[in-house]
């Protein structure tokens, strides 16, 4: 007693808390959640905050630098070929490329999770016929199936979310396929077969939630993907067509005057940019708290 009394053993440190290692990791990636945060907000606010029509047309102003006057209108990254303000269609831009990459993520997250779950519920050959089609489907570059698939339908705002949705769902389907087959060996799961439980109730509350962590890592990486997607396709004329302003064919109008009127390609390619890697980072941060493998 005297020993211990006269030399107490060394405070064993403890660990760091969740809540404090929490706010830590968010803290690393603030600078992009606000970022992305800013891109949603000039899209749902779009009509509020552009300080003019993304149409209207002033040939007496065209390819004006950035932070010029013209007849009584003030164009703060200049304007373009045809004199519309470069700012006002990057902010309605940005509504376009959301709003294609939201909801052709919705529609492959949706058929690729619901064909990679029966797949791995009933096994057999129904399993053997979905995971074939996913092989083929992947054999296939991504663009490239976008192209033509694009071509034959034609370009438009609804074909573009469709054909994105409908050429990415085979990612989705390996993932909740893979992590079906983990959850139905559970023992809750055998359990409830055991019992009776209908094939859709087994479905929707025990195989859903247990994999919904690993299909949400996925579409918050694919959304940075479709962006560039609507981009890639809209640059090429596939995609969103005049006078809808969108990022991608903002840019192959710029390609065409870069000795002259640099701003027209540099702004749209900036905001991909940010947009691109803030979607992309906040995605890692995701996988690195979804995902039970992740180290950190």
Sequence with gaps: ??????????????????????GYSVRAIWPFLVIFGGFVLLALFAPLIAPNDPNSQNLLARLRPPGTTARGIFYALGTDEVGRDLLSRLIYGARVSL???????????????????????????????IMRLVDIVLSIPAILLAIITV??????????????????WPRYARVAYGQTLVVMNLPFVRASRFIGARTPRLMLRHILPNIAGAVIVVATLEFGLMVLFEAGLSFLGLGVQPPTPSWGSILSVGRNYMATAWWIATFPGICLFLLALSINLIGDHLRDRLDPRSKR
Aim: hydrophobic share 55%; net charge positive.
């Design 151 to 168: 071509a034959v339908l034609g370009p438009g705002l609804q074909n573009l979310i469709l054909v994105l949705g409908f050429t990415r």
């Design 99 to 129: 709003l294609v990459a939201f909801l052709s993520v919705l529609v492959s997250t949706v058929l690729g999770t619901t064909l990679g779950m029966i797949a791995g519920y009933y096994r057999g050959w129904v399993e053997v016929i």
């Design 1 to 22: 007693m005297t020993d211990l009394a006269a030399n107490p053993p060394p405070a064993v440190p403890a660990p760091a808390a969740p809540v404090r290692q929490l």
